[in-house]
């Protein structure tokens, strides 16, 4: 059979039903008799289901693939458009999921390794006249300055010792204990989170019972708990680790549940200092009844990987 | 739905008007299907070239009159659905899952638990994988083509390779999303 007759034109179309039956006979047959062109099938409707799902398609295109391929395909097989509006869902909402700014910088400057020396010698040589003309200029303009003076006007007022009560600067907030040792230290910036949303008490037969959840070192996790009902006036989450030894973990007070896509969601930030991998941990959430009390709500148990 | 003694002899007297002939072709037909479905690496060849041959049976009286060209032809064109479904998991055979049903009472947590399940297998991806999917679906919509054209020259690869790692790494999520999906229903979550 000639294989120029499927190209991604004529994919597209086959799913959008756009060929004639022969043509469509024709390429089921090939798909059929050769792997490499099942795939090949395969990877322009999920390109296809994608774009769907992203509102890609040209609104022709969207008629067609509902008309042919939402109503055509057996129920069941919709499911990969839900698979897909659920991954969609996860890229969109994981923080994690977003570019970091270094990776956001090399994408910027993304040279091939044949062009990487000439710019960073371009970078010196530009760096090094910037640093000649700052200290040049001054100079240049006003001949009699004098250096040491100048340094001494650009200095900031200074502030309070770490003697100094509180009290006395009240408009300054009080520094946090990093900040008293590195006054001059830039702000380091949060690392992203990683994101995981918790079923309570999830147990899939056969499966472990602890849902497993991704970590990244030197990253803070969140975890969405999710709550089927909501008839508390706030939370509290309490994590613990499995199996139970001393004291909890961490404790978070007066949560409030969000609505998201998933449902209520209850949102807790984990510091990377807390978990291990391979450990399993347990979120137990009591909510607050109207008496005040604490009854317990549900646990979350799950598996840092 | 089962085949019936009436349609599998209307499917013989299709292959050719006498019997033994007929016989001939339908074991040549059904050795390339199980062929074809064991070069798709499908573990079961023989129960889905069944499949595909029960179908073309219930299917022949809309098409007998109209059909063009050589039967085999038209077993092919049914069987690419039949794999199609199985790859896709509508298909239970025994080798798979037969209680892979899901209740109908369920179906209004079906966000919540194929958003917990695609949580659970991204987790199950190795670093490689992740970062590779993350980058390849993930950011801002609109810059998706261009993101994906740079992280093809970053791989020193070309689009259409770096299109093929992502499909696999998303068959596999898939695969194992439905896995997860089906294994929550079964344990009447």
Request: aromatic residues 8%; charged residues 30%.
């Amino acid at each position: 059979m000639n294989e120029q007759i499927l190209d991604e034109v004529v994919a597209r179309r086959f799913w959008l039903g756009q060929l004639s039956p022969e043509e469509q006979g024709r390429i089921e047959e090939l798909a059929f008799d050769d792997p490499k062109w099942f795939a090949f099938l395969q990877a322009a409707e999920d390109d296809l289901i994608d774009e769907f799902v992203y509102d890609d398609l040209s609104s022709e295109e969207r008629t067609l693939f509902e008309k042919n391929f939402l109503e055509k395909q057996p129920k069941e097989l919709r499911e990969d458009v839900e698979v897909a509006r659920a991954m969609r869902a996860y890229f969109e909402q994981d923080p994690a999921v977003q570019p970091t700014l270094w990776a956001r910088f090399r994408k910027w400057f993304n040279f091939g390794p044949q062009l990487l020396p000439v710019v960073i010698k371009a970078l010196l040589i530009i760096g090094a006249a910037a640093i000649g003309l700052v200290t040049l200029i001054p100079r240049i303009i006003v001949p009699g300055l004098n250096p040491g003076y100048q340094v001494q006007q650009q200095q900031p007022p200074a502030l309070p010792s770490p003697t100094s009560a509180p009290t006395e600067t009240p408009a300054q907030p009080s520094p946090s204990p990093v900040h008293k040792d590195n006054q001059n230290a830039p702000p380091v910036p949060p690392r992203r989170p990683s994101y995981a949303l918790l079923l309570p008490g999830v147990l899939p037969r056969g499966g472990e019972r602890a849902q497993s959840v991704s970590i990244r070192p030197g990253r803070p996790t969140d975890l969405g708990l999710l709550l089927f009902t909501n008839t508390r006036r706030n939370y509290q989450a309490t994590l613990e680790k499995l199996p139970l030894v001393g004291q909890p973990i961490q404790t978070w007070s007066n949560l409030t549940p969000r609505k998201s896509r998933d449902g209520n969601v209850i949102h807790v930030r984990v510091s990377p200092d807390l978990l291990k991998s391979n450990q399993t941990y347990r979120i137990v959430l009591k909510g607050v009844a109207a008496n005040g009390n604490l009854e317990r709500v549900d646990n979350y148990q799950f598996k840092p990987k | 739905m089962e085949l019936t003694p009436e349609n599998f002899d209307l499917l013989l007297s299709w292959l050719h008007p006498d019997p033994e002939e007929a016989g001939r072709r339908y074991v040549k037909i059904r050795a390339g299907l199980v062929r074809n479905f064991a070069r798709q690496s499908v573990p079961v060849p023989e129960e889905l070239a069944d499949i595909a041959i029960d179908r073309v049976a219930q299917k022949l009286p809309e098409i007998i009159d109209n059909w063009e060209g050589e039967p085999e032809r038209y077993f092919y064109r049914v069987a690419y659905w039949v794999l199609r479904e199985y790859w896709t998991r509508t298909i239970i055979t025994e080798e798979l899952d037969p209680d892979a049903q899901i209740p109908t009472e369920k179906k209004d947590n079906r966000k919540e638990i194929r958003s917990y399940c695609l949580n659970q297998c991204m987790a199950c991806l190795n670093p490689k994988q992740r970062d590779l999917i993350e980058e390849y679906y993930g950011g801002e919509r609109g810059t998706r083509i261009r993101r994906r054209k740079e992280l093809a020259g970053r791989l020193n690869i070309e689009m259409s390779a770096l299109r093929v790692k992502a499909l696999r790494i998303r068959k596999c999520l898939k695969k194992c999303t439905k896995d997860c999906i089906a294994k929550l229903d079964q344990s009447n979550y």
